[in-house]
């Protein structure tokens, strides 16, 4: 127990900072926060695009000079009062679609909206097909019993603890 | 399974399911396709890195076939395609314009100084307000762009001999350079 004592301390100790450490990657990840408000609307414009430089974070999220940059882009457009919309179309008509999350309904996109639904059709109808054409067979495969193996099944399932 | 070929089912699809993993793996989803391939050039205006007090515009180019290069003295790739460029600027009249990005401008200077100057001119970007007008991610950055001063080309990462020789060379041609 008294060797015990001074590690726990120790992981007591590091428990204890954890949240400090986090906060601290916290505060490296948000900018300068003059006003808060405005802030959080650069955020939630900027949870809505790909960072291209770390490809699965968003603008929000990533540490990125670029982020950084893309950031006060959408921080200044804000201030002169361009809409959210406006700034997603600004930074898709530079980057790309890519850079949105939610990728835009158009021909190169169809597949990407309409492919799980149509997959989600296929099965539904292998589904119906295999309930449809499995229930005969089934009923067919009962009734090739004969009157002796039907008799003893019948004994079977009504003395559970008799052994064959 | 009453029917034979509804046992090569799995199979089939497993096949498909490979045939797609393999495709995965020859995409580059590091490389963007940009939007603004054969759409004109950003109107904008910087100053040279050589003369500050000088500006320089894309408009300044027009009726030339040219090339843009962005680069950086804090970008190692950058370095790795840089005598390419040198040679090239030696063998061909077409102009060369670099986009010196997010950089010092006495580190810039100091970089060509030792690596070689390819460039007719280099605009300084040194917010980077320009890159994200030209959709730049990842430096360097080339793009050709044509008498009209439409974007023609973008290629993403270090120009290799190869992209130069294949690419790059013959679409100068095609446009008449």
């Known amino acids: ?164 | 399974m009453r029917r034979p070929l509804l046992r090569w089912l799995p199979l089939a699809a497993f096949l498909v399911l490979l045939a797609f993993l393999g495709i995965g793996l020859q995409l580059k989803p590091r490389e963007v396709p940009s939007p603004l391939l054969n759409k004109a050039m950003p109107v904008f205006s910087l100053p040279t890195l050589a003369q500050p007090a000088q500006s320089l515009s894309p408009q300044d180019l027009r009726g030339q076939v040219w090339l843009l290069n962005v680069w950086a003295s804090w970008c190692v790739a950058c370095q790795s395609e840089h005598p390419l460029l040198v040679d090239f600027s030696k063998r061909h009249a077409v102009p060369l314009i670099g986009l010196n990005y997010k950089d010092r401008r006495d580190e810039a200077l100091r970089w060509l100084g030792r690596y070689g100057d390819p460039y007719r001119s280099s605009l300084s970007d040194t917010d980077g307000r320009v890159g994200i007008e030209l959709g730049v991610y990842g430096v360097p950055e080339t793009f050709v762009i044509d008498r009209e001063g439409v974007i023609r080309y973008k290629h993403i990462g270090a120009v290799t001999p190869e992209a130069l020789r294949d690419v790059i060379l013959p679409l100068l041609g095609k446009l008449g350079a």
């Not at chain 1, 001074?6 to 954890?18: E, G, H, V």
């Not at chain 1, 990125?64 to 809409?83: K, N, S």
């Not at chain 1, 919309?85 to 949105?100: C, H, K, N, S, T």
């Open chain 1, 1 to 164: 127990m008294r060797l015990l004592h001074p590690l726990l301390c120790r992981l007591l100790l590091c428990l204890a900072l954890l949240p400090a450490g986090a906060a601290l990657a916290q505060g490296m990840a948000a900018p300068a926060a003059a006003d808060p408000a405005l802030e959080a609307r650069v955020m939630l414009i900027a949870e809505e695009l790909r960072c291209l430089v770390c490809q699965n974070e968003t603008i929000a999220a990533s540490h990125a000079e670029l982020a950084l940059d893309l950031r006060q882009q959408i921080r200044q457009q804000l201030e002169q009062g361009r809409t959210p919309p406006q700034i997603l179309e600004f930074m898709a008509e530079r980057y790309g679609d890519f850079v949105l999350y939610r990728p835009p309904l158009k021909a190169q996109t169809l597949l990407l909206w309409l492919g799980p639904f149509a997959l989600l059709l296929l099965a539904g109808w292998a589904l119906w097909r295999q309930l449809r054409t499995a229930k005969p067979g089934d009923a067919a495969s009962a009734s090739h019993l004969s009157a002796a193996e039907f008799e003893r099944a019948q004994r079977l399932l009504q003395s559970p603890g008799e052994r064959p």
